[in-house]
C-alpha cells in the first residue's frame, strides 16, 4: 500500500511564501506522474501543478510565475513552493500521485494567506 504524508502548510501573509511537501511511501512501487490541486472554499478542486517523471511541468494560469513543482525522485516527494502569495490562493491543498499500485491522494494540507 502507497501512503502520502503532506506537510508545509500554515499561515502566510500576502506577498509570503510556503513550500508544501509531500512523500510517498510503501514497497514494491513506482512513481509516475506527481500533481498538485487545491480546494478553495465554496470552490471546486483545481489542478495547480504537474510534474512528470522527465522532469517537464505545467501550471494553472493563475499560478504561472508564482508556483514551482519539482520532485525528488531518489525520495519520492514533489514540493510546491509558492510565492507571492495572494488571498486567493487560500485553500486545503492536496497531492496526488500516480503510481505502478494506482492512484494515491495526500491527506491535505491549510493554507491560509492573510494579513
Known amino acids: 500500500q502507497v501512503q502520502l504524508v503532506e506537510s508545509g502548510g500554515g499561515l502566510v501573509q500576502p506577498g509570503g511564501s510556503l513550500r508544501l511537501s509531500c512523500a510517498a511511501s510503501g514497497s514494491g512501487f513506482r512513481v509516475d506522474v506527481m500533481t498538485w490541486h487545491r480546494r478553495a472554499p465554496g470552490k471546486q478542486r483545481e489542478l495547480v501543478a504537474t510534474i512528470t517523471t522527465g522532469g517537464s511541468t505545467s501550471y494553472a494560469d493563475s499560478v504561472k510565475g508564482r508556483f514551482t513543482i519539482s520532485r525528488d525522485s531518489a525520495k519520492n516527494t514533489v514540493y510546491l513552493q509558492m510565492n507571492s502569495l495572494k488571498p486567493e490562493d487560500t485553500a486545503v491543498y492536496y497531492c496526488?500521485?500516480?503510481?505502478?499500485?494506482?492512484?494515491?491522494w495526500g491527506q491535505g494540507t491549510q493554507v491560509t494567506v492573510s494579513s
Open positions: 496526488y500521485v500516480s503510481t505502478t499500485r494506482g492512484g494515491v
